[in-house]
């Protein structure tokens, strides 16, 4: 599923940005959909994931309260509602379809050799 991830920009600390992740394709919806960021000199880390029905989501403890995933199947779209921005929120974000969860139930993973595109920078100013 080719996705392009936009809607990165330049905020302060305690600012807003929301997210978007177009999907092409008819099995959009299948999907479990993952957002992933890395930070400058940082390993890429999950960041939450939605279930395809959007009934289920899952965060990291980083960002868990602040920031909200949704997604709208009809339009191919999932979103990343981001609030309470922190300096150390700064990174790329990509978006993917996830496929397995870790065994402690904390991340998702997309599939081995998963292409993940060029992401969307954002930068956290204090």
């Known amino acids: 599923v080719p996705l392009q991830a936009s809607g990165g920009g330049a905020v302060q600390a305690g600012g807003s940005l929301r997210l978007s992740c177009a999907a092409t394709g008819r099995t959009f919806s299948h999907y479990m959909m993952g957002w992933f960021r890395q930070a400058p000199g940082k390993e890429r880390d999950f960041v939450g994931a939605i279930s395809w029905s959007g009934a289920s989501t899952y965060y990291a403890d980083s960002v868990k309260g602040r920031f909200t995933i949704s997604r709208d199947n009809a339009k191919n779209t999932v979103y990343l509602q981001m609030n309470s921005l922190k300096p150390e929120d700064t990174a790329v974000y990509y978006c993917?379809?996830?496929?397995?969860?870790?065994?402690?139930?904390?991340?998702?993973?997309?599939?081995?050799?998963?292409?993940w595109g060029q992401g969307t920078l954002v930068t956290v100013s204090s």
């Open positions: 993917v379809a996830v496929t397995s969860r870790s065994p402690d139930g904390s991340r998702w993973y997309p599939s081995p050799g998963t292409s």
